[in-house]
Nanobody, 127 residues
């Protein structure tokens, strides 16, 4: 079974950093992409970033461009999201999802999602 386990969230002050991890299992990691999306109360789901595990191509939403960095460790079947210069607007539950590819669109989950994502991890940024 496909499993995606997100971790690394927490409470941080504005301007701080966090690194989220997404541990994947149950599929051939190199053949797919992984995306991070977030859901804040009362807000629409937002595709934040994705990475192709086959060629390393990446995408970032405009809201996080220059602040977040996504990477993958194919030996560990794990994707990381380094979040710097965090803002209160980044507060949300963050989820990682399995994608058929990483496309250059914030709607990558709707376009390429395989229907698999795990429990999210809460990120809270205080002002």
């Amino acid at each position: 079974d496909v499993q995606l386990q997100a971790s690394g969230g927490g409470l941080v002050q504005a301007g701080g950093s966090l690194r989220l991890s997404c541990a994947a299992s149950g599929f051939t990691f190199d053949d797919y992409a992984i995306g991070w999306f977030r859901q804040a109360p009362g807000m629409e789901r937002e595709g934040v970033s994705c990475i192709s595990n086959s060629d390393g191509s990446t995408y970032y939403a405009d809201s996080v461009q220059g602040r977040f960095h996504i990477s993958s460790d194919n030996a560990k079947d794990t994707v990381y999201l380094r979040m710097n210069s965090l803002e209160p607007e980044d507060t949300a539950v963050y989820y990682c999802a399995l994608l058929s590819q990483c496309g250059a669109s914030t709607y990558f989950l709707e376009l390429y999602g395989m229907g698999n994502w795990g429990k999210g991890t809460q990120v809270t940024v205080s002002s």
